[in-house]
């Protein structure tokens, strides 16, 4: 089966075909386009987002049929044919459902004209959660494919995309030996522990009670003036940090003179709190001489702060709850996930349990969001194929019961 699928909940426009069935899964084309224009204002602004989504949309998706070589330009375009027009009865209807995104019901009205309907079996699409407006623009994209070429669509949950794409080698495993599992779900919206009792059965145990995990970074960075997203310059900036402290002297501990809290880190349940981190951070500025907070030195070693005191905190806790419920495997997922000094932390107190537990993390560019992760969630939801006419976005969703 062929699966087409469209990624908008926040800031990157992803659209992946699959080639999937129980055996096998193969990656026709993914296809990712990051919105840079957030970078100037140090966050994502929703309907910013949403009119960049509307004009990526078209040439990310005809990009990605062309690496699947799945679009020839049909509808008579050969010379001395006319060029093939849309009805106006189909044509009143696909203008419906982009009513709200304009500029993108031209550049899909074009596409539709220049190219035939490809061989997809299904297009699955995130419907939640994530920003409302963001969401809209891929949920209609979507209607307006499944109407025009007939095809059933399936709703993704954004979250279960991030927990899944860990399972594109799935065929290989044994995967009694793989539940129940615990999913660290880290990303710009969200921190959650997710119990997963089997691939399609969710329980959240515990999630953040104000910031997520990536929206901490994203704000420690802007408070140090490094621009967004945050985490990957952080984590950069952390690990010169590491480089030339251990350079200068190589026999000592890795630990910084700057002492930041480890927010909830030993409370008794399994949720989160990032906000006091972020202002922690502030405070920690405001009360160093002015000079030296604008050094290199300090900034370089308040990176090194910040990311180890969340990461002390999400591996502290993602264990507690693996060994509360005797899980048999760590499933990480979300933009943090992309952090190198987590996944180094991550494997290194794994190995000293004294029982196996097993680790999944996604390669770095399925760490953030993708279309292929809604591609394979689409996969395993596969029953739940519906028509256009159903698809209605949540921006609330929650994964499990
Ligand atoms: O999953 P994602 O791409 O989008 C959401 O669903 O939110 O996650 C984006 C978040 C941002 O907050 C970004 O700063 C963070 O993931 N991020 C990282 C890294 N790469 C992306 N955080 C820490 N280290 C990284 N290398
Ligand atoms: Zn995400």
């Known amino acids: 089966m062929k699966i ?7 800031d990157d426009t992803g659209i992946a075909v699959l080639q999937a069935s129980s055996s096998k899964f193969k990656v026709l084309a993914n296809v990712v386009s990051s919105q840079q224009i957030h970078a100037n204002y140090g966050g994502v602004f929703p309907m910013m987002a949403k009119r960049e989504h509307q004009r990526n949309l078209v040439p990310v998706l005809e990009q990605a049929l062309k690496l699947a070589k799945l679009v020839n330009p049909g509808h008579n ?6 060029k093939f027009k849309i009805p106006n009865s189909k044509l009143q209807i696909l203008k419906k459902i982009l009513e709200k995104e304009n500029n993108l019901f031209e550049s899909t009205k074009e596409f539709l004209e220049k190219y035939e309907k490809p061989n997809v079996d299904i297009i699955a699409v995130t419907n939640g959660p994530g920003l409302e407006p963001c969401l809209h623009v891929g949920v209609n994209f979507a209607k307006a494919l499944s109407y025009f070429w007939d095809i059933p669509v399936i ?9 899944l794409v860990n399972f594109m080698k799935h065929e290989t495993w044994n995967m009694k030996q793989m539940f129940p599992a615990i999913s660290l779900v880290v990303s710009g919206g969200h921190t959650q522990l997710i119990l997963v009792k089997k691939i399609g059965n969710y329980e959240i145990i515990g999630e953040t009670r104000d910031d997520a995990a990536g929206e901490c970074f994203d704000k420690a960075a802007r408070i140090l003036g490094l621009g967004y997203p945050g985490g990957p ?6 690990s010169e940090f590491a480089r030339s402290y251990l350079a200068k002297d190589p026999l000592r501990g890795m630990t910084s003179q700057i002492l930041l809290p480890r927010p909830m880190m030993h409370s008794k349940d399994y949720d989160f709190s990032f906000s006091g981190l972020k202002t922690a951070v502030l405070y920690k500025i405001r009360d160093t001489d002015p000079k030296i907070a604008k050094s290199q030195e300090f900034i370089q070693e308040m990176c090194f702060a910040v990311q180890d005191a969340i990461c002390d905190v999400l591996i502290k806790k ?8 005797k899980a048999k495997t760590i499933i990480l997922g979300g933009g943090v996930s ?3 000094e987590l996944r180094k932390q991550f494997d290194y107190k794994l190995k000293a349990i004294s029982y196996k537990l097993n680790l999944l993390v996604p390669p770095v560019n399925l760490s953030t969001d993708n279309g292929l992760m809604i591609a394979v969630a689409g996969y395993f939801n596969r029953n739940k194929k519906t028509s256009w006419k159903k698809l209605t976005v949540n921006a609330n969703l929650r994964i499990g019961k």
């Not at 087409?4 to 926040?10: F, V």
């Not at 993602?318 to 419920?325: E, H, L, Q, V, W």
């Open 338 to 340: 992309a952090n190198q």
């Open 4 to 10: 087409l699928a469209i990624e908008t909940s926040c």
């Open 233 to 238: 310059i952080i984590s950069k900036i952390a």
């Open 77 to 82: 375009t050969a010379p001395g044919f006319a």
């Open 155 to 163: 709703p993704v949950n954004h979250i279960e995309g991030h927990i």
């Open 318 to 325: 993602t264990i507690n709850a693996a060994k509360a419920y």
